[in-house]
T-cell receptor
Framework: GESVGLHLPTLSVQEGDNSIINCAYS??????FIWYKQESGKGPQFIID?????DKRQGQRVTVLLNKTVKHLSLQIAATQPGDSAVYFC???????????FGKGTKLSVKP | EAGVTQSPTHLIKTRGQQVTLRCSPI?????VYWYQQALGLGLQFLLW???????NRGNFPPRFSGRQFPNYSSELNVNALELEDSALYLC???????????FGPGTRLTVL
């Protein structure tokens, strides 16, 4: 069935290190992908998105990589800071259904 | 610019009761989405409204319903509440469908 999954449910990194959060998707029709950050007690916050006609997109301290061959998405956070501690979700559009299909999330903990 | 707003922030109901949750999208956004996030789980798609019409529906029973008003605000109604309906209900809006969705803070529903 359609699903978006994450390889690592938890990730602990040292402040200043780079973080990589991975995500696998199963719907070949998906052509739009988003990464969200969710802090405790808050709604998900948009981080960065990418469409299937690209394989890399950069934002401020974040980079998203898309490998359509193996249906893999990753979020790279440079110089991770304590404020980056949160749960990160990847989401796909399932081939333009309108709604997004979310993975279960990866909890990122940043050690000072 | 104001973000997506939701009301109420918290709600406690008993089993069998009915509840109405409200969402105001970002000004200019015509699409509104509802998601359910049970404790410790990812986001499950409930409903998508665009231009006042229901465009897509997730795998939830008919007691979950909603509507979108001419000003693009939306309501989510849940009838005959069950204990497992306890969750964070998130509303998101987008300028056009298949574009980034911006989330509100959510309504925390507890069913006793």
């Amino acid at each position: 069935g359609e699903s978006v999954g994450l390889h690592l449910p938890t990730l602990s990194v040292q402040e200043g290190d780079n973080s990589i959060i991975n995500c696998a998707y199963s719907n070949s029709a998906s052509d739009y992908f988003i990464w969200y950050k969710q802090e405790s007690g808050k709604g998900p916050q948009f981080i960065i998105d990418i469409r299937s006609n690209m394989d890399k997109r950069q934002g401020q301290r974040v980079t998203v990589l898309l490998n359509k061959t193996v249906k893999h998405l990753s979020l790279q956070i440079a110089a991770t800071q304590p404020g980056d501690s949160a749960v990160y979700f990847c989401a796909e559009n399932g081939g333009s259904q309108g709604n997004l299909i979310f993975g279960k999330g990866t909890k990122l903990s940043v050690k000072p | 610019e104001a973000g997506v707003t939701q009301s109420p922030t918290h709600l406690i109901k008993t089993r069998g009761q009915q509840v109405t949750l409200r969402c105001s999208p970002i000004s200019g956004h015509t699409s509104v989405y509802w998601y359910q996030q049970a404790l410790g789980l990812g986001l499950q798609f409930l409903l998508w409204y665009d231009e006042g019409e229901e465009r897509n529906r997730g795998n939830f029973p008919p007691r979950f319903s909603g509507r979108q008003f001419p000003n693009y605000s939306s309501e989510l109604n849940v009838n005959a509440l069950e204990l497992e309906d306890s969750a964070l209900y998130l509303c998101a809006s987008s300028l056009v469908w298949d574009n980034e969705q911006f989330f509100g803070p959510g309504t925390r529903l507890t069913v006793l």
